[in-house]
């Protein structure tokens, strides 16, 4: 957008005090933020040091930063933070170690790392997975919401919040014992801090001067409080929020945080971003007839100069099959006529499961697509290894990782020798990487088992050493060398191709490791490899690995992993009570946040828009009769383009083949 209009103008220019930009959906809320840090860097004399701007996804920090670099002269923007609330707080918690009482070499635990701690901690390795998510989910809320161990069971009401609350406590334990935070404690920890160090918060202050926080209403209390702390009384704060697309309250977001802002901050000035930049008229007319059936404490109406465009199309099928299936042939039959891209499709859903037939039916017509939330880089195997081996080599205190690569490839040390290990470490309240090293374990294990183990931490400390006085990638690739764990990959392989394919991949990872520590040494020259292993662990946590955005294929994904994208052509599916909106919504009374996401998913759209539903699903063997979403009511009715016959009409279906196919004959015509 190379020209504000005035409210966004009036957004960039406002630094008397705190502000609150109700920003709607397209609104061009990332040129407000980006111009503002511009114009506060450039204007108003404040260096970019002492300048944040906090958002909830690398992708959009990345986009963030990159723009606000094209807008300021060479060398202005040095120190800028533009970063996730968790990669500041992992900073804060990186620089005020030895207050926390944290080694430096501390270690994040991700999602699977935290389950597999707590399934230990109930004492089963066998622990139904659902029993270990009740425990883990609890432990997030509690965390999100600054709700200690000690509280959590004083509050606890029914045996599954006593068995939360124990596990808590021994899980907080653990975690320090093994000197390491897990993804809330990067906000909670910092939050923390500054409540009982009240010099550290001051020193952040006086380095965070000016704060920026886009998507506010998706803020926990945890972020909520970080941010009033890093504020204090000056009022130096911009927040960007729209109370329409606050759809993470399962998540722990707390959409009256925005409301809370005039409480915190009496002299707050509030500008609205109202003129949409995205969708045409009638897409952005259904949506603000959707979302006033929701109560509001700030109104405000979305409007565009844009055209008309075409009627929003209502599509009714038999089945879900049938649903499918016209929606792969739509895509197809779009792409061959009008030689639209793939990958100006997007086909969004209120739950992963009504993807699977989905792809089935994309398959059989040879329609490429992207399903969003596809297996993480950091998830497959040769990688999970590759990080815990560096993990133990960063922190040795970490056991889980240990576990992992104790006897991978193996070395001889079976399960009788870990659980020794693991006993006295126990008794002696240490590290199991600490306790091969003390002579008491000669006291409870045979020599050969000793020695075995010594051999393993000897090597591996050695390769600590010359991390940190060497080259540290040169060494990772000699601990790689050193394991033969491109041996062990062919071993355990079941192909050559498959072997090679899995090596490149922990070939990958050396070489953005190495990028990590440049990247980190550009801001901090005393970055090293810790800060690399740990900034690569955060990112995965944070956005998992993104594949090319240029791929040419249809884009496949909820309505909650849709939020701050946008797509030519969107197709909205399972328009259905029980589906959208959701079955435990409806039984909750919860149904102002599905509308919410019903006009996420509206906004998305942003040239034309078709909304699916069928009239009998399968659940269970059985055959059910489906009723249309109330949301479909809500949509203005003239505006719309209603099919209800669906596939039961063959003629229609004989028509859109036969142009389909002379659309085929005239391509291969031009070739």
Known sequence: MSKLNPRQQEAVNYISGPMLVLAGAGSGKTSVITRKIAYLVKSCGIEARHIAALTFTNKSAREMKERVMDLLPSGKSRGLTVSTFHNLGMNIIRKEHKTLKLKATFSIFDDSDSRALIRDLLLSNDEDSDRVDLVRNKISYWKNEMIEPESALLDSQGPDDVLCARAYALYQTTLQAYNAVDFDDLIWTPVKLFSNHPQILEKWQNKIRYLLVDEYQDTNMSQYKLVKQIVGTRGALTVVGDDDQSIYSWRGARPE????????????????????????????????????????????????????????????????????????????????????????????????????????????????????????????????????????????????????????????????????????????????????????????????????????????????????????????????????????????????ATAEKRMQNVYFLVDSIRNTIERLQEEDPEAGVEEAINRLILIDLMDRQEEDEDENKVQLMTLHASKGLEFPHVFLMGLEEEILPHRNSIENGDIEEERRLMYVGLTRAKVTLTITLARQRKQFGEVLDCTPSRFLEELPQGDLLIEGNGEKDPKVNQARGKATLNSLRSMFDDL
């Open 257 to 496: 945080n925005l409301a809370l802002l005039k409480q915190d901050y009496p002299s707050l000035k509030l500008v609205k971003l109202e003129q949409n930049y995205r969708s045409t008229r009638l897409i952005l007319n259904a949506a603000n007839v959707v979302i006033a059936n929701n109560p509001h404490e700030m109104t405000k109406t979305l409007w565009s100069d844009m055209a008309p465009g075409d009627p929003i199309r209502v599509i009714h099928t038999r089945n879900e099959d049938a649903e499918c299936e016209r929606i792969a042939t739509e895509i197809l039959d779009r792409h061959v006529r009008n030689r639209t891209d793939f990958k100006d499709f997007a086909v969004l859903y209120r739950g992963n499961h009504q993807a699977r037939l989905l792809e089935l039916k994309l398959q059989a017509f040879q329609v490429p697509y992207k399903l969003s939330g596809g297996t993480s880089f950091f998830a497959r195997a040769e990688i999970k290894d590759l990080m815990c081996y560096l993990k133990v080599l960063i922190n040795t205190d970490d056991d889980n990782a240990f576990l992992r690569v104790i006897n991978l490839p193996r070395r001889e040390i079976g399960p009788s020798t870990l659980q020794k290990l693991g006993e006295y470490a126990s008794l002696r309240e240490i590290s199991m990487f600490d306790a091969c090293n003390e002579l008491g374990i000669e006291q409870v294990m045979k020599p050969a088992q000793v020695e075995r183990l010594r051999t393993f931490t000897t090597w591996l400390s050695a390769k600590y050493q010359q991390c940190v006085q060497g080259d540290p990638i040169q060494t990772i690739r000699e601990l790689i060398f050193d394991i033969d764990y491109e041996g062990w990959i062919h071993q355990n392989s079941a192909s050559t």
